[in-house]
């Protein structure tokens, strides 16, 4: 029998989740918890074939969670299962440990394919990311390993201050730059940096910085 641990902090994700992997493996058991702190007090409880980590579970949020996991559980399958871009972030995460990296955006039999792929003892990513990883191999020059490399000095100072949670505003007044200005370099800070909006710049900061 498969055990299987599901780290999700959405409930309906998390109930879906669940009966995705009973369809796939109807001898299994399974346990949800939506906290990275509940992860490890059942990891450290029993014994889990595969762990399907939401990337943005309270408490967690960044590579070393990976880590934190290995410690306790050496042999663990760990699959990431995430909203966030996978050309971001997963190879980053399978850099760090992570034995997978599955979108939540992926269809059923995508879903299916990650889980027996990673219980099988293989990494996995999609199709689409190893053609990206091919191409980084072929052409290294391509692809900029930090992105915030890419940053002006300027933008680097709205970027910090849209970290520290300060509005375009109050970052208006304290660069002394117009409104159109601040949002003209928060729009190229998105763009450069591969995210939509404040909380993905920040978890990427968090990456990178990890």
Do not use: C, W
């Amino acid at each position: 029998m498969k055990h299987i641990l599901i780290a999700e902090d959405h409930a309906v994700v998390r109930i879906g989740t669940k009966h995705l992997l009973k369809s796939l493996i109807p001898e299994s058991q399974i346990t949800g918890v939506d906290t990275f702190q509940k992860v490890l007090l059942e990891l450290g409880n029993q014994t889990f074939d595969l762990l399907i980590l939401d990337i943005n579970i309270p408490g967690g949020n960044n590579t070393k969670m990976i880590e934190t996991i290995r410690i306790k559980r050496p042999d663990i399958r760990i699959l990431m299962f995430s909203s966030y871009d996978e050309q971001l972030y997963g190879l980053l995460y399978l850099q760090a440990g992570a034995d997978g990296y599955l979108s939540k955006d992926a269809a059923e039999d995508e879903f299916k394919t990650a889980v027996l792929s990673v219980l099988d003892n293989k990494k996995y990513m999609s199709a689409d990311m190893q053609q990206i990883n091919i191409n980084r191999l072929i052409n290294p020059k391509e692809f900029l390993p930090d992105p915030i490399v890419s940053l002006s000095p300027r933008e680097k100072d709205v970027m910090n201050l849209l970290k520290e949670g300060f509005g375009t505003a109050k970052i208006a007044e304290k660069l002394n730059l117009q409104l159109s200005t601040v949002s003209t370099y928060k729009a190229r800070i998105f763009e450069k940096m591969g995210v939509k909006n404040i909380v993905e710049l920040i978890t990427k900061i968090k990456l990178i910085d990890s």
